[in-house]
């Protein structure tokens, strides 16, 4: 019943991330796990032929964020669920990576999920760009004691035919010769 859920994120998550190859904003880990904090890296180019003074994302319902590194030459803020980084510059035809902490709600409904996100220039200039990412189910914990239950029964029969093999090479002790 939870793989095909998890395979029909999987390949939502996969369509929605080809549409994003020409966005200039990737993202790093695009699956986010309901009731778990995550860091993301943001890979972020300036295509423009001027700098970018800033970088906004926005968390939309059931998520928190939370401020990451961007290195020493952004300032970086949160209000409203929006983490803000300004300063830089980065220059025109260059990338730089930031990171965001995302809380996500263990409430929050499993699918595809958009993150707006806009490069900041000067003179009040900005260049939206979706981020797609996608919420995937946590570990329920009875899967995860058959998992390990799994693992135990695998491990003791491990056990079990190492010693069966070590009694038959063996050979005779002198006893029985």
């Not at 999987?10 to 995550?38: K, N």
């Not at 329920?140 to 491990?155: F, H, M, N, P, Y």
């Given at each position: ?15 929605a ?12 880990p ?105 919420v ?42």
């Amino acid at each position: 019943m939870r793989l095909p859920l998890v395979l029909g994120v999987f390949l939502v998550s996969v369509l929605a991330s080809a549409a994003s190859v020409s966005a200039h904003i990737g993202v790093t880990p695009g699956l986010l796990v309901a009731g778990d904090t995550q860091t993301l890296s943001l890979s972020v180019h300036n295509d423009l032929d001027r700098p970018m003074t800033g970088l906004s994302i926005s968390a939309p319902r059931g998520m928190r964020i939370g401020l990451g590194d961007a290195g020493n030459r952004w300032k970086a803020v949160i209000e409203n669920q929006t983490a803000t980084w300004t300063g830089g510059p980065l220059a025109a035809n260059t990338g730089t990576t930031f990171e965001v902490e995302l809380a996500v709600e263990a409430a929050t409904p499993v699918g595809p999920v958009q993150l707006p996100a806009k490069q900041l220039y000067p003179g009040g200039g900005s260049l939206p760009w979706p981020i797609p990412v996608t919420v995937i189910p946590a570990a329920d914990e009875s899967s995860q004691r058959l998992t390990w239950a799994i693992v135990g029964a695998l491990a003791l029969a491990a056990t079990v035919a190492v010693g069966l093999i070590a009694l038959r090479r063996r050979g005779r002790t002198l006893q029985e010769q």
